[in-house]
C-alpha cells in the first residue's frame, strides 16, 4: 500500500453478520486500509453487522424495509415519490412481476426505503458506497444516485461473475462441480452483478471439501480481495477504458499487481 495514498471516505450496507467490515474495520485500524468507514447500514435490524459497527464507534442505522414494503396502495397514493415510477420501470431488471400495477408498487415501495438510505448515507458524504452482504437488489434510483458523477458503488460477490450470479455463488459453484470457485468486486450497475469487474481471486475445491470449507476459504479471500481494491481506489491505481460493445472495462495499473493475484492464489491452496 502507497503510503501516500488518501483515505477513502465509506458508508457501508449489509444484511448480517458483517464479516466483511469487520475485516475493513481490523485493517484500518491497522493501517493496512486507506480508508475509513464513516456509516453502516442495515435493512435487518437484528444484523450482527449493526453491534460490530457500534462497537467500533462507527454510525450505524437500521432502514426498516419490512415497514416500507407494507405500504398499502392508498398509502403510496399519498407519497410524492423523488423519482419519475413509469420511467424506473422501463429501466430497471430486478422486479420480475407481470402485472404492471403491482410491479410498478412494489417498486415505489423499494424507492421509498430507498430514500431513507440514501439521505442517511448523503449526511455522511462518503467516496464509495461498499455492498457486503446486503441482501436487497436496488433499483436504478439508489444507483443513479450515487452514479450519477462516476462509479461509487461496490459489490462483493461469491462467485466468479459472471458465472453464478445471486445470492448463492458459493452454493451454485460447489453444486456445479466446479474445482475452482472464487469471488469477485466490481461496480454495481443497473443489473444484478452485471457492473464492471474490479478484481477477482481463486480458491481450489478440493475432493473432500464440502460447502462449509469452500465458504471459509471464500470469505478469507473475501477480505483480502475488498481490502485490497480500496487501496487501488485509494492510490489511483483503478483505471476505466472502454470495453467492445460500449461497456467499461476496469484495468488496475498497480505495478506489483501480478504479485499481490499470485499470492491471492498460493494463500487460498494453503487453507
Known amino acids: 500500500m502507497a503510503h501516500c495514498a488518501r483515505k477513502l ?3 457501508l450496507l449489509l444484511s448480517g453478520g458483517g464479516t466483511n467490515l469487520q475485516a475493513m474495520i481490523d485493517r484500518s485500524v491497522a493501517g493496512t486500509l486507506s480508508a475509513e468507514i464513516v456509516v453502516v447500514l442495515s435493512d435487518r435490524p437484528g444484523a450482527f453487522g449493526l453491534e460490530r459497527a457500534a462497537k467500533a464507534k462507527i454510525p450505524a442505522f437500521h432502514v426498516d424495509y419490512k415497514a416500507f414494503l407494507k405500504h398499502s396502495p392508498t398509502e403510496l397514493e399519498k407519497v410524492e415519490l423523488p423519482v419519475d415510477l413509469a420511467d424506473l420501470d422501463r429501466r430497471q431488471k430486478i422486479v420480475k412481476n407481470p402485472d404492471p400495477v403491482e410491479r410498478r408498487a412494489r417498486l415505489a415501495r423499494l424507492v421509498l426505503a430507498e ?3 440514501i439521505r442517511i448515507i448523503d449526511s455522511y458524504k462518503p467516496d464509495y458506497v461498499c455492498l ?7 433499483t436504478p434510483y439508489f444507483i443513479n444516485h450515487f452514479n450519477a458523477g462516476g462509479l461509487r458503488i461496490l459489490n462483493v460477490h461469491p462467485a466468479l461473475l459472471p458465472c453464478f450470479p445471486g445470492q448463492h455463488g458459493y452454493e451454485d459453484t460447489f453444486e456445479y462441480g466446479c474445482k475452482w470457485g472464487g469471488v469477485t468486486v466490481h461496480f454495481a450497475d443497473e443489473g444484478e452483478d452485471t457492473g464492471p469487474i474490479i478484481a477477482q481471486a481463486v480458491y481450489p475445491i478440493w475432493p473432500d471439501d464440502d460447502i462449509d470449507k469452500i465458504r471459509r476459504r471464500g ?8 481490502s485490497q481494491v480500496l487501496n487501488w481506489l485509494a492510490q489511483g491505481d ?10 467499461t472495462r476496469v484495468v488496475i495499473t498497480d505495478p506489483n499487481y501480478a504479485g499481490i493475484l499470485g499470492g491471492w492464489v498460493a494463500a487460498a491452496c494453503r487453507t
Open 132 to 138: 457486503a452482504g446486503f441482501m436487497r437488489l436496488v
Open 219 to 226: 470469505l478469507s479471500l473475501e477480505y483480502e480481495v475488498y
Open 238 to 247: 483503478v483505471a476505466l477504458k472502454s470495453a467492445p460493445g460500449g461497456g
Open 115 to 117: 430514500h431513507e438510505l
Open 9 to 11: 471516505r465509506l458508508a
